[in-house]
Antibody, heavy 120, light 107 residues
Framework: QITLKESGPTLVKPTQTLTLTCTFS??????????VGWIRQSPGKALEWLAL???????RYSPSLKSRLTITKDTSKNQVVLTMTNMDPLDTATYYC????????????WGQGTLVTISS | SYVLTQPPSVSVAPGQTATITCGGT??????VHWYQQKAGQAPVLVVY???VRPSGIPERFSGSSFGNMATLTISRVEAGDEADFYC??????????FGGGTKLTVL
């Protein structure tokens, strides 16, 4: 059974750095074609893709947020970590992590999401 | 960057067929995927690679893609199908792109 779960702070002050952890089970991030991505959704808005890390440590970032994002993985812990710097109230959103399977561009399993509010 | 265009809303009566479109340049040449997101829940993959249904997704959900348009079709719509639907592709530099979403209302 494949599961993913996001964890991290629910409230972050403006200008601070957000660190979110995706802990997954039921699959390995070792194969190069497997990936774990981060997607967010501001209240009432559409899904927005943020970043993806592959099993071979290749990384992809949203062009509009690339300067603020870092994605890393800890294969031994089955975790993927996303950091986002210089947080703004506009970054208030539910943040999801999701799995990308081998030889595909889809996200087949998603976490439940975690709501992060940016406010002083 | 690559842009996917969806209609903001689609309304359909129960038992009828809902058609949700996703426009993008040469989208027929890409793997396009569809997600259903019910209120307060995480998205669920309902169609991938334009027309493949994951295990557990009803046969009422189908998809197609050709040229500059991909389509998600929901036959015999039920009240429980009411949700937001998103299409998704990867652009040429392997960055994810989602459409703006379509709210399906069952009348």
């Amino acid at each position: 059974q494949i599961t993913l779960k996001e964890s991290g702070p629910t409230l972050v002050k403006p200008t601070q750095t957000l660190t979110l952890t995706c802990t997954f089970s039921g699959f390995s991030l070792t194969p190069s074609g497997v990936g774990v991505g981060w997607i967010r959704q501001s209240p009432g808005k559409a899904l927005e893709w943020l970043a993806l890390i592959f099993g071979d440590d290749d990384k992809r970032y949203s062009p509009s947020l690339k300067s603020r994002l870092t994605i890393t993985k800890d294969t031994s812990k089955n975790q993927v970590v996303l950091t986002m710097t210089n947080m703004d109230p506009l970054d208030t959103a539910t943040y999801y992590c999701a799995r990308k399977p081998v030889a595909s561009t889809r996200f087949d399993y998603w976490g439940q999401g975690t709501l992060v509010t940016i406010s002083s | 960057s690559y842009v996917l265009t969806q209609p903001p809303s689609v309304s359909v009566a129960p038992g009828q067929t809902a058609t949700i479109t996703c426009g993008g340049t040469n989208i027929g040449d890409r793997g396009v995927h569809w997600y259903q997101q019910k209120a307060g829940q995480a998205p669920v993959l309902v169609v991938y690679d334009a027309s493949v249904r994951p295990s557990g997704i009803p046969e009422r959900f189908s998809g197609s893609s050709f040229g500059n348009m991909a389509t998600l079709t929901i036959s015999r719509v039920e009240a429980g199908d009411e949700a937001d639907f998103y299409c998704q592709v990867w652009d040429s530099t392997f960055e994810g792109v989602f459409g703006g979403g379509t709210k399906l209302t069952v009348l």
